[in-house]
């Protein structure tokens, strides 16, 4: 059965560096999602990308955070300087179209971000 | 603001039993209702969704919607301790999904 898979799988980072985290969607999927779960809350949006650009942005995307789709398999979410806020699991989803037959958004492993 | 409510739990519930999950949300535009399972460390998993008024039933769950009192339930008949998880009711808000905090769901053997 086709899933959405994520590198890594945990990811310790120092404040203030770089991360990048990756996301393969379910191949034949045209509309990707990222959302993170901080420990203990809810899962909240963050963004959903079509068509090679942004369709939709929380107010927790901020200029800090980007989305790419550099090829035709992987999307990545990067966080330019990365905050102790930012730790939380992150989850990658896609979803085949936005109709009723094919919204349904299935979810990826998800990667743990962990800032020191 | 729109938002999905759940009862955080736990619901505790013996083996064998229904258990009744429940959701309310705010936004009467909303279409799309899914029910996934997440246990503790892992991604949300899709269970089931409904888009229409009334009940759909899939193996032992069976979801309700009445979209004009904006609430969304999930049944489990008998419950398994495998069925022990937390149960997120997510709402459609535009190519996006808007999450209930989950209601935490213990089946005691």
């Known amino acids: 059965e086709p899933e959405v898979t994520q590198t890594p799988s945990h990811q310790v980072t120092q404040m203030g560096q770089e991360v990048i985290l990756r996301c393969v969607p379910i191949?034949?999927?045209?509309?990707f999602y990222w959302y993170r779960q901080i420990l203990g809350q809810k899962v909240e949006f963050l963004v959903s990308?079509?068509?090679?650009?942004?369709?939709?942005k929380s107010e927790i995307f901020d200029d800090q955070f980007s989305v790419e789709r550099p090829d035709g398999s992987n999307f990545t979410l990067k966080i330019r300087s990365t905050k102790l806020e930012d730790s939380a699991m992150y989850f990658c989803a896609s979803t085949a179209g936005w109709s009723r037959s094919t919204d349904t958004q299935y979810f990826g492993p998800g990667t743990r971000l962990t800032v020191l | 603001q729109k938002e999905v409510e759940q009862n955080s739990g736990p619901l505790s519930v013996p083996e064998g039993a229904i258990a009744s999950l429940n959701c309310t949300y705010s936004?009467?535009?909303?279409?799309?209702f899914f029910w996934y399972r997440q246990y503790s460390g892992k991604s949300p998993e899709l269970i089931m969704f409904?888009?229409?008024?009334g009940d759909k039933e899939d193996g032992r769950f069976t979801a309700q919607l009445n979209k004009a009192s904006q609430y969304v339930s999930l049944l489990i008949r008998d419950s398994q301790p495998s069925d022990s998880a937390t149960y997120l009711c997510a709402v459609d808000a535009g190519n996006m999904l808007t999450f209930g905090g989950g209601t935490r769901l213990m089946v005691k053997p």
């Open positions: 409904i888009y229409s008024n």
């Open positions: 191949s034949n999927h045209l509309y």
């Open positions: 936004d009467r535009g909303s279409q799309s």
């Open positions: 990308f079509y068509n090679n650009e942004i369709s939709e």
